[in-house]
């Protein structure tokens, strides 16, 4: 089993840049595949992107493709998104999510807590 906590949300311009990091518990971290996912008011929780146990493969949803980075430190347990030319679409709360693999219409078995991202116009 795997505990997630996400952090670095907040409030930034249209255009600007966030890093949200999720620090995971356990000595499998390595092992799993993690992602990002992400729910605005009044939407369905929805799919950003997700990293494979070795980081050697990526995965993003369109709508991020080009503007958000996910990257992952197994020494520290630790994924990251790096979101840059942010715009007001992109406020959500987000989650760290993780499981042992990764396939279409993913669902994971585990989940951060959330972290609120606002993005201002």
């Known amino acids: 089993q795997v505990q997630l906590v996400e952090s670095g949300g907040g409030v930034v311009q249209a255009g600007g840049s966030l890093r949200l990091s999720c620090a995971a518990s356990?000595?499998?971290?390595?092992?799993?595949?993690m992602g990002w996912f992400r729910q605005a008011p009044g939407k369905e929780r929805e799919f950003v992107a997700a990293?494979?146990?070795?980081?050697?493969?990526?995965y993003y949803a369109d709508s991020v493709k080009g503007r958000f980075t996910i990257s992952r430190d197994n020494a520290k347990n630790t994924v990251y998104l790096q979101m840059n030319s942010l715009k007001p679409a992109d406020t959500a709360v987000y989650y760290c999510a993780a499981d042992w693999f990764y396939g279409s219409n993913w669902s994971p078995a585990y989940w951060g807590q959330g972290t609120q991202v606002t993005i201002s116009s």
């Open positions: 990293i494979t146990w070795s980081g050697g493969r990526t």
């Open positions: 356990g000595r499998t971290f390595s092992s799993y595949t």
